[in-house]
């Protein structure tokens, strides 16, 4: 989020993967994962693998807000222990205004990154961008993340921009990209 105290409409998105170039390799989808909305008992771990996958983490207060925010999507991918899991691995955070939806945050603990939990967290927010009537939706990507760009360029996002400087630990450009969703099909990628 580019170091603000609190999430802004136009926050930044960030997706964990390798930097190599290539189309992230992703595995399997964990047995008995679920996408489900987040919840105050959620946000401890949340916390905790923000600031283990950005340079400039969300604070503990951001999230909470979010809870209760009625335009924001927020949710956590969660792998169960009685499915052999390690409980919330992952959490999305999507807002809606009119017909735009924008996605402002995802991220992956790091022992389960490359499973496609990203992805399918991810397809969650797009699926909740078209049921809330969104016509399209934008997200910001660190110029450098090739695997968060070839992912988002998987589910039909395209480049439409560039904020100069935009992240500041370390400083570099965002990407703005955008994936139009009148008329399209949501493919079922679970």
């Known amino acids: ?5 609190r999430p802004s409409a136009l926050a930044d998105v960030r997706v964990i993967g390798r930097l190599s170039g290539r189309r992230p390799v992703e595995r399997a989808l964990p047995p008995g994962l679920v996408v489900r909305p987040a919840t105050r008992r959620d946000v401890e771990r949340i916390v905790a693998i923000e600031r283990a996958a950005f340079s400039d983490p969300w ?37 809606f205004v009119v017909d735009e939806a924008e996605v402002a945050n995802v991220a992956v603990a790091p022992d389960a990154r490359g499973r496609g939990i ?14 809330r009537g969104a016509s399209s939706v ?17 589910r039909g996002f395209v480049e439409v921009g560039r904020r100069r400087r935009y992240y500041r630990r370390p400083v570099e450009d965002a990407l703005v990209m955008r994936r139009v969703l009148e008329g399209d099909l949501l493919e079922d990628r679970d």
């Open 1 to 5: 989020m580019g170091g603000r105290a």
């Open 59 to 95: 604070s503990h207060d951001s999230f909470v807000a979010l809870l209760v925010n009625p335009r924001v999507l927020f949710a956590v991918a969660d792998w169960p222990a009685e499915r052999g899991g390690t409980g919330v691995v992952g959490y999305v955070v999507a807002w």
């Open 118 to 131: 990203g992805a399918r967290l991810l397809d969650e927010a797009l699926r909740a961008a078209r049921d």
């Open 138 to 154: 934008y997200l910001e990507v660190r110029d450098s993340n090739a695997a968060a760009r070839s992912l988002y360029e998987t």
